[in-house]
């Protein structure tokens, strides 16, 4: 029988925050055996620090994408309330795959580059994700 401390083993709670804690502390050795300059790296909230933004931006010379969400909450108030009054959007995207009809409207600015207090800023944007599922007919409504 395994060990019982083992991650796969934990509580739900305490899993999910191993998972956490690991992912963290292995993306930059990770990215350490790569050649990542000139490329955009993407990474969800959980990496959206700055100490990870440095390091990508200034020792290995790349570029990130990351997704803003609840655990920088200064940063997503300030880009949320930018787009608050958004007009048209700057792109749409429809697509009919995976048994979903998908809009996607996307609102792209480069004014916050120098207000906003994270590090090397190059273009915050806003996504809003409109599916109906084909069989259901449910719809859902996303906005990040």
């Known amino acids: 029988m395994p060990h019982p ?3 796969g083993f934990l509580p739900r709670r305490e899993n999910e925050e ?10 930059i050795p990770l990215l350490d055996s790569l050649d990542i300059q000139g490329k955009i790296i993407t990474a969800d909230a959980l990496l959206t620090r700055r100490g ?3 390091y990508l931006v200034l020792k290995r010379k790349a570029h990130y ?13 300030d880009i949320a309330l ?3 009054d958004r007009k048209e ?15 996607r409207k996307s ?26 599922d084909k069989k259901s007919g449910k719809t859902s409504r996303e906005t990040c």
């Open 5 to 7: 401390k083992k991650v």
């Open 18 to 27: 191993a998972k956490r804690t690991n992912e963290i502390k292995t993306a």
């Open 52 to 54: 990870f933004a440095d």
């Open 65 to 77: 994408h990351f997704t803003v969400k609840a655990n920088q909450p200064a940063l997503l108030k």
């Open 82 to 84: 930018f787009f608050l």
């Open 89 to 103: 959007p700057d792109h749409i995207d429809n697509s009919a795959d995976h048994g979903r009809i998908e809009t």
């Open 107 to 132: 609102w792209i600015t480069s004014e916050l580059n120098d207000c906003l207090d994270f590090p090397h800023v190059g273009q915050p944007f806003m996504i809003e994700r409109h599916c109906i």
